[in-house]
T-cell receptor, first 112, second 113 residues
Framework: DTEVTQTPKHLVMGMTNKKSLKCEQHMGHRAMYWYKQKAKKPPELMFVYSYEKLSINESVPSRFSPECPNSSLLNLHLHALQPEDSALYLCASLRLGSTEAFFGQGTRLTVV | AQSVTQLDSHVSVSEGTPVLLRCNYSSSYSPSLFWYVQHPNKGLQLLLKYTSAATLVKGINGFEAEFKKSETSFHLTKPSAHMSDAAEYFC???????????FGAGTRLTVKP
């Protein structure tokens, strides 16, 4: 299994909603990432977890709250988002000791 | 700190002609470098990677790249473009045992019939 699975594939939410994005991998990778990608832009790093601990937080607003409950699962909790948060959210995982990351297909989020 | 610069935001070629997408990197240590491709409304697919082994790296779909330390470059090439190569291409730099993975701004490849 060399897949990173993201759910849902598409999400539309209002500015007062609370929702969560989910990312799962079963490759034993101990580093997991969240990226945000706006249209026609490169992915921007948001968070990195290493051994289930937050190791990088790129000054992301608190309305985005990451969580890594175990080594296979990474969540991104969303609350009180703004329309400008609409983007493709990509998850990636990496085996520590390697440099090759595996990406999920992304969740396309629209905030209305 | 490490970073990559993709020198062209848009490259347009005719089908059957060579492709060259340019990437320069900045790193104070031996980097690992990657090229990813992203088709419209799709996720990222790894094309090829350099991780300090052979400097000429072959990837999928006929793409290859050469790591040139003296020029701090990792340009992506393909001898003959196909219509299906039209996509966005990202150069990425990272380092072994460092979780920081950085993307270039991307190069949009257009292939004309």
């Amino acid at each position: 299994d060399t897949e990173v699975t993201q759910t849902p594939k598409h999400l539309v939410m209002g500015m007062t909603n609370k929702k969560s994005l989910k990312c799962e991998q079963h490759m034993g990778h101990r580093a997991m990432y969240w990226y945000k990608q706006k249209a026609k832009k490169p992915p921007e790093l948001m968070f990195v977890y290493s051994y289930e601990k937050l190791s990088i937080n790129e000054s992301v607003p608190s309305r985005f709250s990451p969580e890594c409950p175990n080594s296979s699962l990474l969540n991104l909790h969303l609350h009180a988002l703004q329309p400008e948060d609409s983007a493709l959210y990509l998850c990636a995982s990496l085996r520590l000791g390697s440099t090759e990351a595996f990406f999920g297909q992304g969740t396309r989020l629209t905030v209305v | 700190a490490q970073s990559v610069t993709q020198l062209d935001s848009h490259v347009s070629v005719s089908e059957g002609t060579p492709v060259l997408l340019r990437c320069n990197y900045s790193s104070s240590y031996s980097p690992s470098l990657f090229w990813y491709v992203q088709h419209p409304n799709k996720g990222l697919q790894l094309l090829l990677k350099y991780t300090s082994a052979a400097t000429l790296v072959k990837g999928i779909n006929g793409f290859e790249a050469e790591f040139k330390k003296s020029e701090t470059s990792f340009h992506l090439t393909k001898p003959s473009a196909h219509m299906s190569d039209a996509a966005e291409y990202f150069c990425v730099v990272t380092k072994l045992n460092n979780n920081d993975m950085r993307f270039g701004a991307g190069t949009r490849l257009t292939v004309k019939p």
